[in-house]
């Protein structure tokens, strides 16, 4: 029998060895929680802030600021009228986004050391280029700035803010325990998929996206994997603890995908999704260009985008903000009783229409130099362009063909993120994860993958590399 002093000297050997389970192998696991703690009460802290932006907003115009013109009917003709030429707070609405996007880009210039503070784009770049080094100071003033400019109107999501916050995080607290740079970059991975997966509800999304997000091939980060779990779970807990466990949105149960030949039309869905997505990163880009070329202030630029934004808000109100309320009617495409009243052409030349107006909006508002992210619009430009697809493909295929308008809405959603910003598997569980619908995992494998491939060398963020060698 093996002694006390030899069952010790065995112990000591597993838990402090190189090879194995031990605790040089799982060098990183308290960090990551750290990290994930951290970063979960940072999302939590900015959800209130949100919460009261909105709030405040919403009391100052008397509560007119409430976006739900295109749930209401999906005929767009329908929200400029009479009523909303003489409705003073609409006129508001118009020169709100302005407002609020140039006070967030003058508290960005005037309490940030970063040059580049764009959301995802600006973590991407730090990974690459700056060992992960990120400054604790974007944490407070990112989150207020992007909720001056997204509260007041401004078409952008909070997930780019919510990226860069997590991203800093993990920085700050790699650099405080005096670790090397290439564990600043796997904690500053780490911030950033706790970050998307407490905002989103979607913590095994989160998680891949922190090591998915750094290449537009289909490389990935794959030190940083084990670290974005942990991170991501952690997260995700204290998150939930505080605004529930239940899917971000809903959509109906017989969304299921139990059909061979609802691939075609799946098909026919993928390539609408590629061209989509070609339009929104040229739009997008073409906006870049024409205000960087401008010879005017950055704080004039970013007024004026925010006031295009105010002016397409005025004809189409849910444009504004991030827009979440859009993926929700997208996902519930095709009930009767949601649209009751609107022939199914109106509802489909609704949905493209919103496609183009949110794409033209995020434009104005983030390429201006406004402070949001693009992550969620291609969500609700994905949902839109999917829902009407599906309403399409309802009408002119046989009944027996089952065609669900809520279905290629997700499966719309996945495959625009997929494809514009270069994240395929991140979008196939994102989607099953936001919406609580894992029966349609199959189609959005197949519309991701075709979307991916086809748009390969289109992206969002410019900071992205092809893949690990490009890098080097």
Not at 57 to 73: P, W
Not at 82 to 101: K, N, S, T, Y
Request: charged share 10%.
């Amino acid at each position: 029998m093996m002694s006390v002093r030899g069952l010790l000297l065995h112990a000591w050997k597993f838990f402090f060895a190189g090879k194995g389970l031990s605790f040089r192998t799982g060098q990183y696991f308290g960090e990551s929680m750290l990290v994930g703690a951290v970063t979960g009460l940072v999302v939590v802290a900015f959800r209130y802030m949100i919460d009261l932006g909105r709030r405040f907003i919403l009391d100052g115009l008397g509560g007119h600021a409430q976006l739900a013109g295109f749930a209401d009917g999906c005929a767009f003709g329908q929200m400029f009228t009479q009523e909303a030429l003489l409705d003073p707070h609409r006129w508001i609405m118009v020169f709100l986004p302005a407002v609020g996007a140039c006070l967030g880009y003058l508290l960005i210039r005037r309490f940030s050391s970063v040059e580049h503070v764009r959301g995802t784009d600006s973590a991407i770049r730090a990974f690459h280029h700056r060992n992960g080094e990120i400054p604790g100071a974007v944490i407070p003033v990112k989150s207020v700035a992007s909720v001056l400019t997204v509260s007041s109107g401004g078409s952008a999501g909070y997930e780019g803010p919510v990226t860069l916050m997590g991203a800093a995080v993990g920085s700050v607290i790699a650099r405080r325990l005096g670790l090397t740079a290439r564990a600043c970059r796997i904690l500053m991975a780490a911030g950033l998929a706790a970050g998307i997966a407490a905002l989103f509800q979607a913590p095994l999304a989160g998680a891949i996206f922190g090591f998915e997000i750094f290449y537009s091939s289909s490389d990935v980060a794959y030190e940083t994997l084990l670290p974005c779990f942990i991170a991501s779970v952690v997260s995700y807990t204290i998150y939930a603890y505080f605004f529930g466990w239940a899917p971000l949105f809903s959509m109906p149960a017989d969304c299921v995908y139990d059909s061979g030949l609802r691939l075609l039309p799946y098909f026919a869905l993928a390539l609408v999704v590629t061209f989509g997505v070609r339009f929104y990163i040229r739009c997008f880009r073409e906006a870049e260009m024409k205000f960087a070329t401008m010879r005017l202030p950055r704080p004039a630029k970013v007024a004026i985008g925010g006031l295009f934004t105010g002016v397409i808000g005025f004809f189409f109100p849910d444009v504004m903000g991030a827009s979440y309320s859009v993926i929700q009617t997208s996902l519930t495409a095709g009930q009767g009783e949601l649209f009751a009243g609107h022939g199914s052409l109106a509802v489909l030349l609704g949905f493209v229409g919103f496609f183009f107006m949110k794409a033209l909006a995020t434009s104005f508002t983030v390429g201006s130099g406004g402070s949001g992210g693009l992550f969620a619009p291609a969500l609700v430009c994905g949902g839109t362009l999917g829902a009407a697809v599906g309403i399409f493909f309802e009408q002119v295929l046989p009944a027996w063909f089952n065609i669900h308008p809520a279905a290629f809405a997700l499966v719309g959603m996945a495959g625009f993120l997929a494809s514009s910003i270069r994240i395929p598997i991140t979008a196939i569980v994102m989607v099953a994860e936001i919406s609580g619908n894992h029966g349609l995992l199959l189609p959005a494998m197949w519309v991701c993958g075709i979307s991916f491939w086809l748009n390969n060398g289109w992206s969002l963020y410019r900071s992205q590399v092809h893949c690990r060698v490009s890098a080097a």
